[in-house]
Each structure stands twice: as structure tokens, then as C-alpha cells.
């Protein structure tokens, strides 16, 4: 049987590392477990070479994330303990999640809680997240928060996939015409006016502006990356400014199809936390700020903040969200209605399974736009290149 390499603590809280002689990993997990002593981790000699560069290449995804949170659920609904709990799920997990949840457990053992503790990995777990396992914690239904949260990240992924998806082919046109152009300029293009200077041919201005910017690609690239380079670098920085993040942010919703898109995956994202944060106890201006906070959108960011200082001084949600234009009509009907029945959470869920499907018609719209666009811009990329080609030989011929 092979031999493991384990960390672990005593009765006495001492740290200790050994070997153990197990046929699996769960077994020498048991076999320790057994000793009384408390498992921090176990890997194979083998494996810890690698252990470093695992960590690396295996970043922790959002599958990873949304699998910790459904087995966590399981094995508290079952009545395993917490600690316990994520002492499996760390053995069970890849290096780097296991990591992690390993880090977790030691904060829990420490004294901490379990939002607590969740809330030192801000980038695995997000505000919402943090904030409704805290929510579970004092209402004593972790497991149902975590059965919750599963449901709405697996519900959020298949809904990207789709909209992802969707954008693939057009991704790929747009990504095969560039290399086509790319080749067309750096090797074609050169080779023609080789030829043309062989005979030495009056070239017409199509063609010689051809040539210019081949060369410009051949002979200059270095300028053309530094450009690109540089205007990328102070575009990014003007966005992280407050002004351009805003002016930004303002220009994708105005863009045709794009912005309409964007505005209803915002929408579909604000509706579903909103339903999971109210239908787990948290109070409504709590709920606005963390969505808020957690708005991928300044604008709509801003809004929600708005609406929340309008609920204190005592006006409705329905109304609050009225005097902003980007919430369209049938929201603020709808959260009327959920406010008169105070049915407020099982409103939204309706209300996001409703923008999700208008997401999807945008997407399917947008890429339905795409595709002709492309054809066109095909086409006429096309024609100038055939028309630069072989106009000058048509005039090499005519004086013969």
C-alpha cells in the first residue's frame, strides 16, 4: 500500500507530520481520525513536487466554488458538523481550493465564524455570498442559505454558458478575418509590389495606400505595437478614473443591441440576488447596498444607492426605482405588486426568469446583426483588395 504524507494536531493542538500507510487517501484520512487526531492534510510523496505548480495551473473557477457550496450543504443537511464537514471537502478538492477550505477550517478552529472566515478570500467569495451565510448563521439555516446559493450560482453559470455560447461564432469570424488580413498584409501584399516595381508600373492610389500600410505592418510594426500599447495602457487607466469608469460605462448602453443586452443581464443578476437575499432574511436597504456594491454597472451601482437613501425617508421600492429611466416599466409594476402582496422575493424570481429570457432574445439578436455586418464588411474588404490588385495590371496590360 502506498505511503502519505500527513499534517495534523493532537489532543494538545500540536502541529505533528508523519507517514501513514493507507490504500487511499480517505482511508488514511480514517485511520488518523481514529489515532484522535485532527487532519489538516494529506498528500502522496509524488505529488508534492508538483504541488506548487498544480497551484498555480489550477486556479480556483466558479465550477469549483458553486461544488464546495452544494457538498457543504449536503453534509450539514446530513448532520456532519462543520468542521468535519470541510476537513472532507479539503481532502476531496483540488490543490489549490483545497488550500482554501483548509485556511477556512484553521479560522473556524480559531475562533472565527464561518462568514467570517469566508470573508479573508474576498476574491472566491463575493460580498452576496458572505452576506448570506452570515444571514443562515443567525437565522440557524446554513444549509438551506447553502442549498440557496448552489441553486443560484449553477442558475447564473448556465446563464452565462448560453450567452457565451451564443457569442462564439461570431468571435471566430471576427478572429479569422483579422488573421487573414494579417497574413494578406505581411506576406501577399509585399510579394505584389516586388512585381510591380519589376516592371515599373504607375500604381493607382488604392493600390499604393495598400502598399503603405503593408509596409506600415512589415517594416513598422514596432511603432504599430507601441501604439497599441501605450493606447491601451492609458485607456485602462482613464476607465479606472471615476470619470471615465462612469463615461464608460454610460457608452455601453448606448451602443445599438450591445447596450440593450448588457442592461438585461444587469437586470436578470439585480432580480435573482435581490429574490435569494430577501428570501434568506436579509432586511431590504441591506440587500440594495450589498447588490449595489456588487453591480458589475456604476450606473445602475449609483441607482440602486439613490433608491435605498428614497426607501429611508419612507418611499416605497416601486417608487424609488421609478424616477430612474433604466429600470424599465414592467420592474417597477411588478415590485408594486410583490409590495402589496408581500410576496417581494417570489416576484423577483419571476421577474428574473423573465429578463433572462429577454437576454437570451437580445443575444440571439445581436448575433443575427453580427452575421450580416460581417458579410458586408467581408465583401467590401474583398472588393478594394481585388480591385488594388489588379488595377495595376490591368494597366500593365492595356500598354502592352
Not at 504541488?51 to 450543504?73: C, E, M, P, Y
Not at 495606400?209 to 495602457?233: N, P, Q, R, T
Request: aromatic share 8%; net charge positive.
Amino acid at each position: 500500500m502506498p505511503l502519505f504524507n500527513y499534517v495534523a494536531k493532537n489532543q494538545h493542538a500540536e502541529t505533528i507530520k508523519g507517514k501513514v500507510e493507507a490504500r487511499s487517501i480517505a482511508q488514511a484520512a480514517s485511520a488518523l481520525r481514529a489515532r484522535g487526531l485532527l487532519v489538516i492534510s494529506i498528500k502522496q510523496p509524488s505529488d508534492e513536487a508538483f504541488a506548487f505548480v498544480a497551484n498555480i495551473i489550477s486556479g480556483i473557477k466558479q465550477d469549483d466554488i458553486v461544488t464546495f457550496t452544494r457538498q457543504l450543504s449536503t453534509m450539514i443537511t446530513a448532520g456532519l458538523p462543520l468542521t468535519q464537514s470541510l476537513s472532507i471537502l479539503s481532502l476531496q478538492s483540488k490543490p489549490a481550493m483545497s488550500k482554501v477550505v483548509g485556511e477556512i477550517q484553521r479560522e473556524i478552529e480559531g475562533g472565527a465564524s464561518f462568514s467570517k472566515a469566508l470573508s479573508k478570500f474576498p476574491r472566491n467569495f463575493s460580498p452576496i455570498y458572505v452576506q448570506l451565510v452570515k444571514a443562515g448563521e443567525i437565522g440557524g439555516v446554513i444549509d438551506d442559505v447553502l442549498n440557496r446559493l448552489a441553486d443560484n450560482m449553477e442558475k447564473d453559470k448556465e446563464f452565462r454558458g448560453k450567452t457565451k455560447g451564443a457569442m462564439i461564432y461570431p468571435v471566430i469570424v471576427i478572429l479569422g478575418l483579422v488573421v487573414v488580413a494579417a497574413i494578406v498584409m505581411i506576406y501577399v501584399v509585399p510579394q505584389l509590389t516586388s512585381m510591380y516595381d519589376d516592371f515599373g508600373a504607375e500604381l493607382p492610389l488604392l493600390t499604393r495606400l495598400l502598399i503603405g500600410l503593408s509596409d506600415l505592418f512589415v517594416k513598422l510594426w514596432w511603432i504599430v505595437l507601441s501604439i497599441l500599447g501605450v493606447g491601451g495602457f492609458i485607456f485602462n487607466k482613464w476607465v479606472k478614473t471615476e470619470k471615465g469608469h462612469r463615461t464608460f460605462d454610460k457608452f455601453l448602453f448606448r451602443m445599438p443591441l450591445i447596450g440593450v443586452l448588457r442592461s438585461k443581464i444587469i437586470l436578470t443578476e439585480f432580480c435573482r440576488t435581490m429574490a435569494l437575499l430577501l428570501k434568506s432574511g436579509i432586511s431590504l436597504l441591506q440587500a440594495l447596498e450589498i447588490v449595489s456594491d456588487a453591480s458589475t454597472s456604476v450606473t445602475y451601482s449609483d441607482a440602486l444607492k439613490d433608491s435605498a437613501k428614497q426607501i429611508e425617508k419612507g418611499i416605497s421600492l416601486s417608487l424609488a426605482i421609478s424616477r430612474h429611466s433604466y429600470f424599465p416599466p414592467i420592474l417597477q409594476q411588478m415590485i408594486s405588486v410583490g409590495e402589496e402582496t408581500g410576496k417581494m422575493d417570489e416576484v423577483l424570481f419571476k421577474l428574473s426568469r423573465y429578463f433572462e429570457s429577454e437576454s437570451e432574445q437580445a443575444v440571439r439578436n445581436l448575433t443575427a446583426a453580427i452575421e450580416p455586418m460581417i458579410i458586408i464588411i467581408l465583401g467590401i474588404g474583398v472588393g478594394l483588395l481585388v480591385i488594388a490588385v489588379i488595377m495595376p495590371i490591368y494597366n500593365l496590360t492595356a500598354q502592352f
